[in-house]
């Protein structure tokens, strides 16, 4: 019976009557189709349902039909309620032609009285006895056809007009001539399960192709994956790598600013330094020729104007502004500025 789960809704994995059999193959539920969003879509591989209400218009007779064969098959497994659908005795064989439970006289009579006789009924006990695949090959494949025509309800078919591409019962045959050329059903609905078989076997061949193509496209996904994801990492290290360097040179320059600074610093100190003492010796030389000049006698001329000549020709000598560099030169920091 597990091997039996394809025989309910795709979708909803119910058993449910009312399968549909949409166009891409697939079979839904009513239920499965009524909630389907979007319309117009099959839910399970997307493609396209034609009817406008969203539900397509071929029934999926052979799940159905199995459907119901499971449901019989489980009532007689259950062995509960198992009664005559004549005369509601015990149930002791069951005809899938009429589709009854019969008693043991109701059985005779069918097939004797009712001239049934074609109607293949099997026991209870051995449907009861075997699997569920068992019970589908001794009341299935063979079963009897009716005739499309509704007064021939009775009539067994085992004719197939090729021109009109319908089953037909003899009597249909042999009342309208326009039917021609005949070949026995059973050969009809060989053919066609062989031109089915055909179509799959040619299926198989193209679905390697596809299979192909999926593969490669599953590999192309991968391959822009890593590609991406390996071009992402590349950037990040980069930038990285950059920012370091940067940095490094940001501490450099600070550091060359700082030096700068300091060196400055020193050498404009010594400076003021310098001119504060040459000021002063200015003032101290102006003062002494002055008191010279009102208090000297001759001889502390001559003992002393020498001395006072040098040192204020010396100090006529010195520069005015002292040699030392531009202070605060940031030129070289300005331009590694501008290079980053
Ligand atoms: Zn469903
Ligand atoms: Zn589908
Ligand atoms: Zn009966
Ligand atoms: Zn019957
Ligand atoms: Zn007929
Ligand atoms: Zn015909």
Redesign the pocket.
């Known amino acids: 019976e597990d091997d039996f789960q394809f025989i309910f809704c795709e979708g909803c994995q119910k058993e449910l009557p009312n399968l549909k059999l949409l166009t891409c193959l697939h079979t839904l539920c009513l239920d499965c189709l009524s909630e389907n969003k979007p319309i117009g879509q099959c839910p399970l591989c997307r493609t396209a349902i034609p009817q406008a209400s969203g539900i397509p218009d071929v029934d999926n007779l052979l799940f159905t039909n199995l459907q119901a064969r499971l449901k019989i098959y489980k009532k007689v497994v259950g062995g509960v309620d198992l009664f005559c659908d004549n005369c509601k005795k015990a149930g002791e064989f069951w005809c899938s032609e009429c589709k009854e439970f019969l008693c043991t006289r109701c059985f005779e009579a069918h097939q004797r009285y009712l001239k049934m006789e074609s109607h293949k009924a099997t026991r209870v006990i051995d449907i009861r006895a075997g699997s569920f695949k068992d019970f589908l090959k001794d009341t299935g494949k063979t079963s009897n056809l009716s005739c499309s025509n509704p007064t021939h309800k009775s009539q067994i078919v085992s004719i197939y007009?090729k021109?009109?591409k319908?089953a037909l019962c003899c009597i249909c045959a042999l009342l309208d001539s326009?039917?021609a050329p005949f070949c026995d059903i059973r050969s009809e609905t060989q053919r066609r399960q062989e031109e089915l078989g055909t179509l799959s076997q040619e299926l198989k061949q193209k679905r390697s192709g596809f299979e192909a193509t999926y593969a490669g496209l599953k590999d192309e996904a991968t391959w822009l994956e890593r590609a991406q994801r390996e071009m992402r990492e590349l950037i990040r290290q980069r930038v990285e790598q950059l920012v370091g360097l940067i940095r490094r040179e940001e501490e450099e320059l600070l550091g060359l600013v700082e030096a700068g600074q300091e060196q400055g610093r020193r050498e404009l100190s010594r400076e003021l330094e310098r001119v504060e003492g040459v000021l002063r010796r200015m003032e101290a030389g102006e003062r002494l020729v002055e008191k010279m000049n009102l208090y000297a006698t001759e001889q502390e001329v001559m003992d002393m104007q020498p001395f006072i000549k040098d040192s204020l020709e010396e100090l006529l000598q010195l520069p005015v502004t002292g040699d030392r560099a531009q202070p605060g030169d940031l030129t070289e920091c300005r331009a590694r500025l501008q290079a980053l």
């Open positions: 007009c021109k009109c319908r326009h039917h």
